[in-house]
């Protein structure tokens, strides 16, 4: 299988952060989650990649390229939290502007796209709302024949509605297996819908790369108290965490578990679940498992 995107060895450093040789791989055809708590590098690994910022170490190649060409750059569709055109412009203004920029540029895709997420064409954006602006910049990078798309935190802050709308938008996307999209968000529910594989950094390491339905099929949560805790054979255990009136132990596989301890209550784990046990939890296995392969 191809890569759209392989970032090997991303290293960046800040007087009070390190992005810590990140590593990891968005195959051609699939949708790639990048998970992690605010400040986690997420924003760090994609400006790096893309060369908004000088990487200090590691490698990254983009549609099986490692110089970042015009020619490549106009197969990157790229999609940031926030406004993404001055705000006087309008949707149409937009169109002649695009023009001149990509060589790729489909007009009458921008418009149809325009036209099916209801977007007026000679509104100025400052009178949209944050959701349209969001899908204002999507209908965008969707109109020079991407085939890589890149959100970051792109469904933050809107309503859920147009969420779903943009998420269809997305998995539409990557019908055809050419396209692909690495998309970071800390709404993981959104992820558990659309994403093909979840890539989780937490203080600027990779903690796991995993494909999404083995998070959310195997993985599950031990629910026990202190003696049925004690009972357990820690090579079983990921990461714990003690809470009130029970403990959590993170398990990787629910049914080999369930045969080990048939009066244990084992509950499936969301992605939610699982990032919020690894960043709080505690345990020998807790940091970069197999050398963050997971």
């Not at 760090?44 to 490549?72: H, P, Q, Y």
């Not at 002649?96 to 209801?118: G, N």
């Not at 798309?149 to 996307?173: N, Q």
């Not at 203080?203 to 959310?216: A, H, N, R």
């Amino acid at each position: 299988m191809t890569n759209a995107l392989a970032i090997q060895g991303l290293t960046k450093t800040y007087e009070d952060f390190t992005l810590d040789h990140v590593s990891f791989t968005v195959p051609s055809g699939s949708i790639v989650g990048l998970i992690g708590e605010n400040g986690a590098g997420k924003s760090t690994t994609i400006n790096a990649a893309l060369g908004l910022i000088r990487k200090e170490d590691g490698r990254v190649a983009i549609l099986g390229n490692e110089e970042l060409s015009s020619d490549t750059k106009e197969q990157i569709g790229v999609v940031f939290d926030g406004s993404n055109y001055p705000e006087i412009l309008s949707p149409g203004k937009i169109n002649r502007v695009m023009k001149h920029i990509y060589h790729s540029w489909d007009e009458q895709t921008y418009f149809q796209l325009l036209k099916q997420f209801s977007l007026p064409v000679d509104k100025q954006i400052k009178q949209f709302s944050k959701g349209m602006k969001m899908k204002l910049a999507i209908c965008a990078a969707l109109s020079h024949h991407s085939r890589l798309l890149i959100l970051d935190e792109a469904t933050s802050g809107l309503d859920p509605v147009i969420r779903d709308d943009i998420l269809d938008m997305l998995l539409d996307f990557v019908q055809d297996e050419e396209h692909s999209i690495l998309v970071s968000s800390h709404i993981t529910s959104d992820l558990e819908k659309i994403a093909d594989y979840i890539v989780f950094i937490h203080e600027g390491k990779v903690v796991f790369s995993k494909p999404k339905d083995e998070l959310t099929e195997a993985y599950g949560i031990i629910k026990c108290g202190a003696a049925q805790f004690d009972e357990l054979d820690k090579s079983d255990v990921i990461v714990y965490r003690k809470m009130d009136y029970e403990w959590q132990v993170l398990i990787s596989d629910r049914e080999k578990m369930q045969r080990k301890y048939p009066k244990a209550m084992i509950v499936p784990a969301t992605i939610d679940e699982i990032m919020l046990l690894y960043v709080k939890g505690e345990g020998a296995c807790k940091t970069l498992r197999n050398g963050g392969k997971g």
